[in-house]
């Protein structure tokens, strides 16, 4: 064979390896989702690539001219083999919303250029005609996660290199195989991003991002690039807007956080006291729950939209008065239907959770030593002696939920964490003992709160000394908040994303209870 034979059957070979790699990392990333999101019913392991990587592998050892015939019969039966797979791999991907991507990549922290780059070509390979909006939106979200790095746990990601952002964008886009549109449209196109980027940093508050619509805007305005996306020169645009976007409503959320949190508690706890006669009011706030529970599961993934945010709190606002002019004069430290927003990770605690814990109670009494005693002793001894009386051979959701430990509000988390503080070793006895004491902290939240609500009709009774307990109690509330959140990171960091989703519903249980008692304490 010629040369240029010789030399056709080597480009065959190279882009026969771009697609494998490409598709095998997709697989892969499959494979993880299908672990992490079983519900969303992604099978990923009825395609296998073992056998093909195999073929290539010994194929490169016959790209010689003694052998080309049979190298190029092997391409061509690789070819067809990938191609399979390749169908079933996108048929797949129908499955994979982008906010699963989002929670995805929130959740195991992946940040590796090669492996975003490979899924972006991926999508690439399979595209027919334009891209619908969901697949835009994965396309968006990958390629501002290639201009970011993970320095660390807990700390905001930095710019990744921009000359090694814009290395890959440009294969990206030789990839794609699209004609260059001209100097003139990329330029009206970069022009666009930057006066919406002007639109943002002239904003002030998280509110004014919904109210002016320039969130939509900039969607709509990435959704009708479709292929230019990829244009290096607009998606160095794009991911640089994305980042600043994406830094700035962080910064609004965190400061407005806490605020948030305070609107809606403030209804459960206006809801206490409210008649139930009001039909209509009724079904609001069933639906107002609802929201409230997609809300803080949500939080935990990652993934609150502005759109959200803004709903929540202008129900809360509305309900609110409609609350008080039903006659709602109490408020209290609500549970705030928390018994009903049980999120599907503690459903972990419930399997196996005997493991590691022997059969029988120990016959010695848990002793708990605490830093905080002077504010911990009575509602841990409170706990303790519930969790002491309790079944030990029940489950832990059974004793959560019976007559004795419903007025304390344990969780099964708890009750576990209760029991694994017998046994001296298998489990991390500080993480186990902080939880117990996080459920003695809300039992005293509770209390405080309820004191300073019985006084409400008693002005001349309420003492300076319950506002000054109270507020040593917020004080502590928040230093677990803050803890809880250290706990998180390190499960996250050790792949125990079920305990990590168990320990923020006990986050977001102490956030809400802690923002009821600060409203009746400092607003």
């Known amino acids: 064979m010629s040369v240029d034979q010789l030399s056709e059957l080597h480009q065959r070979y190279v882009d026969l390896s771009n697609r494998f790699k490409a598709a095998w990392t997709f697989h892969q990333f499959l494979q993880g989702l299908s672990k992490v999101f079983k519900e969303a019913g992604i099978e990923a392991d009825s395609v296998s690539f073992q056998e093909i990587y195999a073929e290539l592998k010994e194929i490169s050892k016959d790209l010689s001219t003694a052998t080309m015939d049979k190298a190029s019969e092997e391409l061509d039966s690789i070819d067809d083999e990938l191609s399979g797979h390749v169908e079933k791999l996108a048929e797949e991907n129908t499955k994979v ?5 989002r929670q995805f990549f929130g959740r195991v922290k992946s940040y590796d250029e090669r492996i975003l780059a490979q899924l972006l070509k991926f999508l690439i390979q399979i595209r027919e005609g334009k891209w619908n909006d969901d697949e835009l939106d994965k396309i968006d979200f990958l390629l501002t996660r290639l201009g970011e790095e993970l320095q660390e746990l807990g700390v905001e990601p930095l710019e990744r290199n921009p000359q090694r952002t814009r290395e890959i964008l440009a294969g990206l886009w030789q990839t794609m195989g699209e004609e260059d549109p001209g100097a003139e449209s990329v330029s009206d196109i970069v022009k666009e991003i930057h006066t919406l980027r002007e639109a943002f940093s002239q904003i002030e508050t998280l509110d004014q991002f919904n109210e002016l619509g ?4 900039y969607r709509r305005l990435k959704h009708g690039l479709d292929h230019l996306l990829f244009h290096p020169a607009v998606a160095v645009e794009i991911v640089d807007a994305n980042l600043f976007l994406r830094r700035t409503i962080a910064e609004f959320y ?7 949190a305070a609107e809606y508690q403030e209804v459960f706890e206006l809801e206490r006291g409210a008649p139930t006669v009001d039909t209509e009011l009724d079904g609001d706030l069933q639906s107002f729950r609802g929201e409230v529970e997609n809300f803080e599961r949500s939080i935990e993934e990652d993934d609150v939209k502005l759109d959200t945010v803004a709903r929540i709190r202008e129900r809360a606002r509305g309900l609110a008065p409609r609350l008080r002019e039903a006659g709602a004069a109490q408020i209290g430290a609500a549970d705030a239907g928390a018994s009903e927003l049980q999120l599907s990770a503690l459903d972990a605690v419930e399997e196996g959770w005997e493991r590691g814990l022997p059969e029988r109670r120990p016959s010695e009494p848990l002793r708990i030593r605490t830093a905080h005693a002077a504010l911990l002793a009575d509602p841990l001894r409170q706990i303790l002696k519930v969790l002491e009386n309790s079944e030990w051979g029940a489950s832990p959701r059974s004793v959560a939920i019976s007559p004795d430990a419903q007025p304390l509000r344990i969780e099964a988390r708890e009750v576990l964490a209760y029991r694994r503080l017998h046994v ?7 993480l186990e003992q902080f939880i117990v004491e996080a459920a003695a902290v809300r039992v005293l939240i509770t209390s405080h709160a309820e004191e300073i609500i019985g006084m409400v009709d008693r002005i001349e009774d309420m003492s300076a000394s319950i506002f000054e307990r109270s507020r040593a109690t917020c004080r502590l509330a928040g230093q677990f ?3 809880f959140e250290y706990f998180i990171q390190q499960l996250v960091a050790d792949g125990a994303l079920d305990e990590a989703r168990t320990l923020q519903f006990l986050r977001m249980r102490l956030l809400r209870d802690y923002s009821g008692l600060w409203l009746l304490v400092y607003a």
């Open 97 to 101: 919303t982008p906010t699963l991507v």
């Open 214 to 217: 320039v969130i939509r805007g």
């Open 254 to 260: 965190r400061r407005e956080e806490q605020r948030i």
């Open 424 to 430: 001296e070793r298998g489990f991390e006895q500080d």
């Open 481 to 483: 908040e803050h803890r």
